[in-house]
């Protein structure tokens, strides 16, 4: 392989062919590192959403909702939390408004609250748009 003069062309291109193969490999696993890093942002932001509107539902039931709970679920819509000052400002990403809700109910001592938001490009499991 090498001799007094260096390196010969076929060498060179062998070697060339092997970092270019490596490059490609590269630029690919840094590409699809992004994207999916990208899609666990989007997603904890609508998860984020959810959150907050979980919590001012938790509010709305320690400090407003008079009857007791049972393991009939209940829905609080967002304009029941907007006549307590509860409501959740729910934007996606590019700005548009999202439609949501909360079911809650009481098992075995346990209060459960769970948020539905639908926006442009995420829907919560589950969702059903007639409980708004």
Request: net charge negative.
């Amino acid at each position: 392989m090498l001799n007094k003069n260096g390196w010969g062309l076929r060498e060179m291109l062998v070697l060339s062919g092997v970092l270019g193969i490596f490059l490609i490999v590269a630029i690919y696993y840094i590409y699809t590192l992004y994207d999916s890093l990208d899609e666990e942002v989007t997603i904890n932001y609508y998860y984020d959403l959810e959150e907050k509107l979980e919590n001012q539902a938790r509010v709305y039931l320690d400090d407003y909702y008079d009857e007791n709970l049972n393991s009939d679920y209940i829905t609080i819509t967002r304009s029941v939390l907007n006549t307590y000052n509860l409501d959740v400002n729910l934007l996606d990403l590019d700005g548009n408004a999202c439609s949501g809700y909360v079911k809650a109910n009481k098992t075995r001592g346990n209060v459960n609250i769970d948020a539905y938001i639908s926006c442009r490009d995420y829907i919560t499991d589950g969702y059903e748009s007639w409980r708004e």
